[in-house]
C-alpha cells in the first residue's frame, strides 16, 4: 500500500453472521458517492475482513455498486468480529492511505469499532447521525439528534479521517447500478503483534424476530401513548393485521409497558423506512420521528389537529383511534 493525502472516503463493510454485507454499507455507499462529489471526486472506497478467499465472493457486490478500492484483511481469526483485531488493523490501514473521511454504519458492532478506532487516532467522532454532507469549506457536517433529541445538531470534526456513525435505514439504496473495475487490495495482517481480550465461545440467538421484520417492512403501523391501554394495542395489532402490516411502537408507549421494547421506533430504537407509515396516536416528538421520517409515505391519525406528527405527515385523520381503527377492520 502507498501513502497518500486524504484519500477519500473510507466505508466499513461489515459481515454479519449470516456472511452477507451489512445492508448499512450499501446506504452508505451511495451517501458517499453524493459526499465525494461535492468534494471533486474523490475515491469510494471499502474496508472489509474475511477469512481467507471470503473477500471475493462479494466481489460483485462492490463492483456494482461503485467502489473503487477494496481494502481486505484476511485471516482465519477474522470469522468472527473481535474488538481488539478489527480495530487495530483499521487504524493501521487509515494510517497509510489517510482516509479523509470514515463512516461506519451505527450496529452494535458499529458502535463498538468506531469509538475505540477514533480513540486511537486521535480524531472526532459524530455518532448515531441522521444526516451527512459536505459544508463550503469542504468540512464534512453530520447531523444527530441531541439533548435529548429536542434538537438537530450538525457537528463539524476539525482533525482527521472526519468520523462518523450512522444509523441503518437513514439513507436510501439507489437501484441504478454504478459498475466499476474495483481494484482489490490485500493488506498485511499482524495477528501476533495484537492482544485479543475477548474469546467468542458460543452464540445464541435471542433476539425476537419481529427487529428484522421492522427493517423489511413495506407497512407498519405504530402506537403512541395515545392508545392508552392493552385493548388499544390489541385494536393496533387488529388493524395490522388486516392490512398486512408491521406494528412498531414509541419510546413512550413501550414505557407503559404497552408494546416490547423490539418494536421501539425512534432516537434510542429502530430507524425505518417503509412505503408506508401510519402512525397512531402518535404526537410526533422527534424522539420518535427521527427514526420514522424515512418513510416514503405517512399517514396520522390524532385527536389533536396540533399534533406536530402532522407537519411531517403526507396524509393527516383528526379524530379518535378508537373510533377510526374499528371502521378499517370491520371493512369487508
Do not use: W
Not at 456494482?64 to 481469526?77: L, M
Not at 454532507?133 to 433529541?149: H, M, S, V, W, Y
Not at 490485500?186 to 428484522?212: G, M, Q, R, S
Not at 424522539?287 to 411531517?312: L, R, W
Amino acid at each position: 500500500m502507498t501513502n497518500c493525502e486524504n484519500s477519500g472516503i473510507l466505508i466499513y463493510a461489515q459481515i454479519t453472521r449470516e456472511k452477507y454485507i451489512h445492508t448499512v454499507f450499501f446506504e452508505l455507499v451511495d451517501k458517499a458517492k453524493e459526499l465525494s462529489e461535492k468534494l471533486g471526486g474523490v475515491d469510494v472506497n471499502a474496508v472489509i475482513f474475511t477469512t481467507p478467499g471470503q473477500v471475493f465472493e462479494y466481489k460483485e457486490a462492490f463492483q456494482n455498486r461503485g467502489v473503487n478500492k477494496v481494502f481486505y484483511f484476511e485471516d482465519e481469526a477474522f470469522g468472527n468480529y473481535s474488538t481488539d483485531y478489527f480495530s487495530k488493523h483499521l487504524v493501521d490501514l487509515v494510517g497509510v492511505i489517510k482516509s479523509e473521511i470514515l463512516l461506519i454504519g451505527a450496529t452494535n458492532q458499529g458502535r463498538d469499532l468506531a469509538p475505540r478506532v477514533a480513540a486511537a487516532l486521535g480524531t472526532g467522532l459524530t455518532a448515531d447521525c441522521t444526516g451527512l454532507d459536505i459544508n463550503e469549506k469542504g468540512q464534512l457536517a453530520a447531523t444527530r439528534p441531541t439533548f435529548g433529541g429536542q434538537l438537530m445538531a450538525t457537528i463539524l470534526c476539525k482533525t482527521f479521517p472526519q468520523m462518523a456513525t450512522v444509523r441503518p435505514n437513514v439513507f436510501k439504496v439507489y437501484r441504478d447500478d454504478f459498475f466499476v473495475e474495483t481494484e482489490f487490495v490485500a493488506c498485511p495482517v499482524n495477528i501476533l503483534y495484537v492482544k485479543n481480550h475477548v474469546e467468542l465461545l458460543d452464540f445464541k440467538k435471542t433476539v425476537d424476530t419481529v427487529i428484522n421484520d421492522l427493517d423489511s417492512a413495506e407497512i407498519i403501523v405504530a402506537g403512541g401513548k395515545g392508545l392508552k391501554n392493552e385493548k388499544g394495542f390489541e385494536l393496533l395489532n387488529r388493524f395490522a393485521q388486516k392490512i398486512g402490516a408491521t406494528v412498531g411502537a414509541t419510546r413512550g408507549a413501550v414505557e407503559l409497558g404497552l408494546a416490547p421494547v423490539s418494536v421501539q421506533i425512534g432516537q434510542t430504537g429502530k430507524t425505518v423506512s417503509p412505503k408506508v407509515y401510519i402512525a397512531c396516536g402518535i404526537s410526533g416528538a422527534i424522539q420518535h420521528t427521527v427514526g420514522m421520517t424515512g418513510s416514503e409515505y405517512i399517514i396520522a391519525i390524532n385527536n389533536d389537529e396540533d399534533a406536530p406528527i402532522f407537519d411531517i405527515a403526507d396524509t393527516g385523520i383528526v379524530g379518535d383511534v378508537f373510533e377510526i381503527l374499528p371502521r378499517f377492520i370491520n371493512e369487508d
